[in-house]
């Protein structure tokens, strides 16, 4: 996996500041150019909200600073109290389309169309952004799902799972974050179970960024995030949010019904960088979970 590079942009920018928070936005600071074509979409809101993070974050290091917003996940900074800390944050405390959920009851024999996986080689660039660490992939990669192509930009982590399948977590996921042209945001999320060791982690783990606001590359390892998916296709969808601030809604999840592994090494790596940074499972009130026919 190794081979050329592309230059992954960024989405820096003022837009993207909304975004704030977190994990979606494809983040990488510092870049310039994509935020075109990454990012903003200002019309989206929740373009914004993926945005935001990344700019935010990388940007100010920890915390999430740019909005003045110290969100967390232990304490006062917590996900109980997300909702209160700015206005901009109100969707974690009154949203009704929240995400993480848990998949128990979910419709089940719904005939889902599959994912179109469209994954090409990236570089790496691996950022800590003081919430998660993050991967920021290179553009012309993408998912293509009931016709209509979502780019991905970066993919992180976390330690547990945020989502539930059947009331279980497990110990890790990871959310490929894309985004349509027009600025809707659609997430992979990929349960990681303790097993063997995951491959394509160790292709760029020993890039870990342990700092908050720091970033490493290394533009000849060549990294394809197809290696990070399972062998079966199966997947939950629903309509969500960012699990993070500003919580923004409109998001398109496919949790993906069969996990993968790592190692318990490589779980016991990340979670001393990133800590416990999974939000709880949200109410999933009256929405739809379209569960895959051989997930049961
Ligand atoms: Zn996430």
Redesign the pocket.
């Known amino acids: 996996m190794r081979k050329f590079g592309l230059k992954c942009g960024l989405l820096a920018g003022a837009a993207v500041l909304a975004l704030a928070g977190?994990?979606?936005g494809p983040a990488l600071a510092g870049s310039s150019g994509t935020a075109a074509s990454h990012g903003q979409a200002a019309a989206s809101a929740v373009a914004n909200q993926t945005a935001a993070k990344a700019s935010g974050d990388t940007a100010h290091g920890q915390s999430g600073a740019s909005g003045g917003s110290h969100w967390g996940y232990q304490g006062n900074a917590g996900p109980a109290n997300w909702g209160r800390m700015s206005k901009d944050y109100h969707l974690c405390a009154d949203g009704t389309e929240q995400s993480p959920i848990d998949m128990a009851g979910s419709f089940d024999g719904a005939t889902l169309s599959g994912i179109e996986f469209d994954y090409r080689l990236s570089p790496v660039e691996f950022t800590n952004n003081g919430h998660?660490v993050q991967v920021n992939y290179a553009p012309g990669s993408a998912i293509t799902v009931r016709g209509e192509r979502f780019e991905l930009l970066q993919f992180?982590?976390?330690t547990p799972s945020?989502h539930a399948i059947a009331g279980r977590q497990a110990p890790m996921?990871v959310?490929l974050?894309h985004k349509s042209a027009k600025g809707a945001l659609a997430?992979v999320?990929i349960m990681i179970e303790e097993g063997a060791e995951n491959l394509a982690l160790s292709e760029f783990w020993s890039l870990m960024p342990r700092q908050a606001g720091e970033t490493k590359q290394d533009r000849r390892t060549l990294i394809n995030a197809r290696d990070l998916l399972p062998v079966g296709q199966g997947y939950y969808r629903y309509m969500g949010s960012?699990?993070?601030p500003p919580c923004s809604e409109g998001v398109h999840w496919h949790v993906m019904s069969e996990p993968v592994t790592a190692s318990a090494e490589q779980i016991k790596q990340i979670a001393a960088v990133i800590g416990a940074n999974a939000r709880p499972v949200q109410p999933t009130g009256q929405r739809l979970v379209l569960a895959p026919m051989d997930s049961h």
Do not use: K, Q, S
């Open positions: 977190f994990e979606y998660t992180h982590f976390h945020e996921e959310h974050v997430v999320g960012l699990t993070t």
